[in-house]
């Protein structure tokens, strides 16, 4: 088996599917090899599905029922009806397709910054659905109290705090940076900083053209807007649709990686994770990886995949 097939930059390249999966909240995502055991890969910010595109034929191949969703207001996705961003927002969304939808009982699930954290959300929120979970560079739950008694500070490290200004902004000002990019060029640009000069990713990471495969969507204003309510939320400038599940520590079977070029991310993810989660593998540094890994380190990502969920095939 290939774990690592090469894939066009064709936004068709996987045939699309649409669902209104809850009122006023219409999904669009990838189903490949419908009849295996259903895996679900979940993207971040700022991404779309499409940063998937290097594992779904290789990890269909290996059996498994791949579902790939943009969340709300991500790509092909419509921006919610009911305003919100948060993760039991997208949580409950990423129930209702699996579930509801597709007829799905239980799932493993693989995602990376706001789409790892909505996948920690859904296993604590639906108990028993996500029966195992695979996690990097993801925001992690809120445990000050367990983090501190093992020794890890609760500070923002400076050299995450100076990355952090797209945050603040994001967050805070988001009608105001979203007025600053008036034309799909300049929000293309914007977004590109984080697949290049910002350094979230690993040196070299994406040519030139990948960068412009995964900035295209956002060229939309609307989504652009719609993304940075993720970040609203976590702040409470938007209010939330309801409490997240992110204040305790994990009991769902976890393997966990780490892209260490990733300047954004907490340095100690690796040790965070050591906390977090009950039944940890790993968690695992992968050299020559950042916030990217899926698409960095392409054929690792899904070879760890693979062995780690193989026995539910």
């Not at 940063?51 to 059996?63: C, E, K, Q, T, V």
């Not at 990097?136 to 500070?155: H, Q």
């Not at 409490?243 to 976890?254: I, L």
């Not at 340095?267 to 990886?289: I, K, M, Q």
Request: contains cysteine; aromatic residues 12%.
């Amino acid at each position: 088996m290939s774990t690592a097939a090469p894939v066009p930059l064709d936004p068709e390249a996987f045939a699309i599917h649409r669902a209104e999966v809850r009122p006023g909240v219409q999904l669009a995502y990838v189903r490949e090899n419908p009849g295996g055991f259903p895996l679900l890969l979940v993207h971040g910010w700022p991404e779309t599905k499409r940063i998937w595109w290097r594992n779904i034929g290789a990890l269909a191949d290996a059996g498994f029922e791949v579902i790939v969703p943009d969340l709300r207001g991500f790509g092909d996705s419509g921006v919610p009806a009911d305003g919100f961003h948060d993760l039991a927002a997208h949580a409950r969304d990423l129930h209702a397709l699996v579930h509801d939808v597709l007829g799905h009982e239980r799932c493993a699930a693989v995602g990376s910054d706001l789409g790892g954290g909505a996948v920690q959300d859904l296993g604590l929120r639906f108990e028993g659905f996500v029966v195992r979970q695979v996690l990097f560079n993801a925001i992690l739950p809120v445990l000050p109290d367990e983090y501190a008694a093992a020794g890890i500070s609760n500070e923002i490290a400076p050299a995450v705090r100076q990355a952090a200004d797209y945050y603040v902004r994001q967050s805070r000002d988001a009608d105001g940076l979203a007025a600053e990019l008036d034309t799909p060029e300049r929000r293309r640009r914007y977004v590109a900083g984080f697949y290049g000069s910002r350094f979230w990713g690993t040196p070299g990471g994406f040519t030139r053209a990948e960068v412009d495969f995964m900035t295209e969507p956002f060229a939309d204003a609307d989504r652009l807007r719609a993304g940075f309510g993720n970040y609203e939320s976590a702040v409470g400038t938007i209010p939330l649709s309801e409490a997240p599940r992110f204040f305790r520590v994990s009991d769902v079977p976890t393997m966990a990686l780490y892209g260490p070029d990733d300047h954004v991310m907490y340095r100690d993810f690796p040790e965070r994770c050591e906390v977090a989660f009950r039944d940890l593998v790993g968690p695992f540094v992968v050299p020559r990886a950042g916030h990217f890994l899926q698409w960095e380190r392409a054929a690792l990502l899904n070879g760890a995949v693979v062995a780690f969920l193989r026995d539910l095939l």
